[in-house]
């Protein structure tokens, strides 16, 4: 994690606090001012790919092949986001995402990008957008080799490789996602 | 059966392969397996019942190896199985494939259960009483027979004069251009053995060609905590080496279906060589017969040895599955 200004109180750790430092007197945001606003280990691809891990098949010789060795990673793809506050209602969002990898996945490591802004429609009233798009983060499940013997060598899914799919066609069946690429977020909030 | 099977120069009978209908717990009498099932002449082997036919459903007869294989939709699509049974006899009996009641031919009752197993192959069916040999069907074939050809023991199967139905059968074993399932028998003999005098030469003819498999049956469908044991009617693979390492047992699981014999454990093979077939859509005959004979297990077995059950219970899933992936 990275921080450009040395004003710690801005920090804060969730999408939350989001509201809150939009909220906050205007005097805070005199100084361009880059906030963390949330850090997290795990996505919705982390997780898929982890539910790629379930099941398992027995070779021909009545050994067991689990999933779950092929789809685990030893670092869990981390995200942080932060803000870099342009004016007192805009800001620059952006973050990044450190990706991860298995033995037949991996999810490649993206970058956020994106505004927020506010307005206030009335003294006790703030109504706040903001639109992100993500690039990168894509989760590609790699193919096995699987060895049927006399019937040849062929590139499988290896999820796929027992079951009564021919060979080649398992290919289809190759996880290919796409993390959430664009994320739009209003907010109209009211104190009384 | 024609006139010109009689032109040989020494005549076999056709026998049905299947067993009387009993409870395996009710050890036949030898003499009337013998009546039943090989008898001089020509002879059918009356016994079991038949299924109806068109149904997708896993029955409890069945390996639950079937429904995990129909589970992604594979279902033996592109393969041709042809049933050469009888399919104009006035014999009928009855059974029940788990889909009601029917009484239908032999020929119709195996025809079914292939069908059951192998749903989406394609099924053609062959009098064997027309003697004319058997076509092959542009790619994968499987030919199922679930019935002997009974002669006078002590020839040599080349002495044997075959009609064109059974040369071109031979053949096809032989070359192996088809995948050959073939009811192993009713006499709780060695394959291709003596009994009542006679021997069945479509055994003898067959054996130690590439592409036939012998089939026996079990009397249930074999797990490791409940392993299985050779029916008491089921010939067995005996001592030739050419034999044991192509038979192959299934579970043919009368209880449940009132059909006994090894004539309902080659449409089970013929099954799981179309759905082999549906896979390994490249695969040659010879490939899917080995693949079928290496991949059979042998610790769902009570006291498995090879004389007994040759390469042991055919395992569908294992067939399918890889020898090794990284």
Known sequence: MREKSGNRVSFRTTALLLCALLGASPAIAQEMTTSVVDIHQGSPLSDQARGLGDGGYELQNGSRVSFNQWYRASWVDMHVDLLTQITEDTGILWGFGTGEEGEKYRIEPSLKLGFLTQMHPSPNSTLSLSLTTTIGGKLTEKPCEASYGDLGTYSVNCRLAASQLAPEETLKYLVNAKPESQHLWLNYRVTF | ?326
């Not at chain 2, 006139?3 to 717990?25: C, E, M």
């Not at chain 2, 409890?60 to 129909?70: H, N, T």
């Open chain 2, 1 to 326: 059966m024609s006139d010109n099977r009689w032109k040989f120069g020494i005549a076999t009978a056709l026998a049905i392969l299947s067993a009387p209908v009993a409870s395996a717990q009710e050890a036949p009498d030898a003499d009337e397996m013998a009546a039943l099932c090989h008898g001089g002449g020509l002879s059918i082997c009356v016994s079991a019942t038949i299924p109806a036919a068109g149904t997708q459903a896993v029955q409890g007869w069945m390996s639950p190896d079937v429904g995990a294989a129909w589970a992604a939709g594979y279902k033996g699509k592109g393969v041709t199985i042809t049933i050469v049974d009888d399919f104009r006899s006035s014999s009928r009996f009855s059974g029940n494939f788990g889909v009601g009641v029917q009484t239908q031919r032999h020929g119709e009752w195996t025809r079914e259960e292939a069908g059951m197993i192998a749903p989406l192959a394609t099924i053609r069916s062959k009098d064997f009483s027309t003697s004319s040999a058997v076509g092959l069907a542009p790619g994968l074939n499987v030919l199922n027979l679930s019935y002997g050809m009974y002669a006078k023991a002590g020839y040599s199967p080349n002495q044997i004069g075959w009609s064109a139905e059974e040369a071109s059968i031979i053949s096809y074993a032989t070359k192996g251009t088809a995948v050959v399932s073939k009811a192993a028998g009713n006499d709780a003999v060695a394959v291709g053995g003596v009994t009542g005098g006679q021997q069945d030469y479509l055994d003898l003819a067959l054996t130690g060609k590439q592409t036939a498999i012998f089939v026996g049956a079990l009397s249930t469908n074999g797990t490791t905590t409940n392993k299985a044991q050779l029916a008491w009617y089921s010939d067995y693979a005996g001592s030739n080496p050419l034999v044991q390492s192509h038979f192959l047992v299934v579970g043919v699981d009368g209880s449940k279906t009132g059909l006994y014999g090894t004539s309902f454990a080659a449409p089970i093979i013929s099954g799981y060589a179309a759905i082999i077939g549906s896979k390994f859509t490249k695969a040659t005959p010879t490939q899917i017969t080995n693949d079928l004979l290496n991949t059979a297990r042998t610790d769902t077995l009570v006291n498995y040895s090879a004389s007994v059950y040759g390469k042991g219970e055919a395992s569908l899933s294992r067939a399918l599955a890889p020898v090794s992936i990284r």
